[in-house]
């Protein structure tokens, strides 16, 4: 049993895309790759409403996955959040 697949044993974590994530964890780089594929039309989206004029837009998204690439890293499921 990989370590992806017995963290998610251990843990409930919701969203369709908890293994993808785990695995990204885990340093794998096709999942790092299939999560931005599935997240880019979105983060897309989001860019628009924060786009600065004069900036590449493609620059702004490569930063922002790269942000979420290093907080995925960082990313401890054993720890829940509470609001």
Same mark, same amino acid.
């Given at each position: 049993m990989t370590e992806p697949e017995k963290l998610a044993g251990r843990m409930k974590i919701a969203g369709p895309h908890h293994n993808l994530v785990l695995k990204a964890k885990a340093g794998d780089a096709e999942a790092i790759a299939k999560l931005v594929k599935i997240y880019k039309p979105y983060a897309y989206q989001i860019s628009r409403k924060f786009f600065i004029p004069g900036m590449d837009?493609?620059? &702004?998204?490569?930063?922002?996955?790269?942000?979420?690439? &290093?907080?995925?890293?960082?990313?401890?499921?054993g720890i829940r959040l509470v609001l």
């Open positions: 837009r493609e620059d &702004l998204l490569q930063e922002a996955f790269s942000a979420i690439v &290093l907080a995925i890293k960082k990313y401890n499921p």
